[in-house]
């Protein structure tokens, strides 16, 4: 599904990161785990198109990213802190979203809200909302276009421990239905509990 070959990536005269490779399953949960500053998240932006490694080559179900697609398609994406327009509902900001594609419309926006427990406050401006209610928007923006992919980049950041619970039902019922799934943590509780494959990543690199 996922191919990361010899990526490696430097800033200037620092490396960042050292000859990856690594195969992501189709239908299966993989999780990248490691402490914060290792290099998790640089990677995650190689393997969405945000950053051009300096090597290496990422391909996402068959092209090659850069070069065949600028970006992976049909995925779902969140990395670092989520950001959307402060002075706008929740609704408001996904119903933007979802008008640049037209893949979906109100119905399916509050189901997603509902899914991810922010219905309620789905009127609520953004600006009002608390990290783990903005965390918690992010992966509703990453879900509302049932994508065939995810890549999460510390989806738990910020949440309260029924939340975490909350979340872990929503991506373990998403494994079930077939769903590719990428998990970036430094919670190894959160890579233990849901992922099929696990990697550690140090300084850069991955640990085999």
Not at 4 to 14: A, G, P, Q, T
Not at 64 to 82: A, L, N, Q, R
């Amino acid at each position: 599904m996922i191919h990361i070959n010899n990526l490696s990536l430097k800033i200037n005269k620092d490396v960042i990161l050292s000859d990856i490779n690594l195969h992501i399953k189709k239908g299966k949960i993989t999780g990248l785990v490691g402490r914060n500053g290792c290099g998790k998240t640089m990677l995650m932006k190689c393997v969405t198109g945000f950053v051009k490694p300096t090597e290496g080559e990422v391909i996402f179900d068959g092209k090659k990213i850069g070069k065949d697609v600028d970006f992976p398609s049909d995925t779902g994406i969140i990395i670092e802190t989520p950001s959307f327009v402060p002075y706008y509902s929740g609704m408001k900001n996904l119903m933007e979203l979802a008008s640049l594609k037209r893949k979906i419309g109100k119905k399916e926006v509050e189901e997603v809200l509902k899914k991810v427990g922010l219905y309620e406050a789905r009127n609520k401006l953004v600006r009002k909302y608390s990290l783990g209610m903005r965390q918690r928007l992010g992966i509703a923006q990453a879900l509302m276009e049932n994508p065939e992919t995810l890549i999460l980049d510390e989806p738990m950041n910020g949440l309260d421990n029924e939340c975490v619970n909350l979340v872990r039902g929503i991506l373990a019922e998403l494994k079930k239905q077939g769903k590719t799934i990428l998990l970036v943590s430094h919670n190894a509780e959160d890579i233990k509990v849901l992922c099929d494959e696990i990697y550690e990543m140090d300084k850069g690199k991955v640990c085999v």
